[in-house]
């Protein structure tokens, strides 16, 4: 078992920066891939990126390529999701996701955080 807890989230201008944390805790929790998901009202949760669990290889959905970076420190099971040049248009619950391979859909994860709001004001 994984268990996810995200931080950071809030109430930021547009144009503005946020640094969204997950800390993982479990068994050989930094063994597993991680992934960042968002869900506005009314919408169907999606991919936003992705990062193998050694931070090899990262995936990122167009809408936030070149705006949002993700890393992780393995050594404090943290996953970090930073985003710049925020839109109200990013306005959503954001989840970290964890599991054995990195995936870009919901149903290739088996453990979630509980989700951190961010309202991006225009």
């Known amino acids: 078992q994984v268990q996810l807890a995200e931080s950071g989230g809030g109430l930021v201008q547009a144009a503005g920066s946020l640094r969204l944390s997950c800390v993982a805790s479990?068994?050989?929790?930094?063994?597993?891939?991680m992934g960042w998901f968002r869900q506005a009202p009314g919408k169907e949760r999606e991919f936003v990126e992705a990062?193998?669990?050694?931070?090899?290889?990262?995936y990122y959905a167009d809408s936030v390529k070149g705006r949002f970076t993700i890393s992780r420190d393995n050594a404090k099971n943290t996953v970090y999701l930073q985003m710049s040049s925020l839109k109200p248009e990013d306005t959503a619950a954001y989840y970290c996701?964890?599991?054995?391979?990195?995936?870009?859909?919901?149903?290739?994860?088996?453990?979630w955080g509980q989700g951190t709001q961010i309202t991006v004001s225009s």
């Open positions: 990062i193998t669990w050694n931070g090899g290889r990262l």
């Open positions: 479990g068994r050989t929790s930094s063994s597993y891939a």
């Open positions: 996701a964890a599991d054995s391979r990195v995936g870009l859909t919901t149903h290739e994860y088996d453990y």
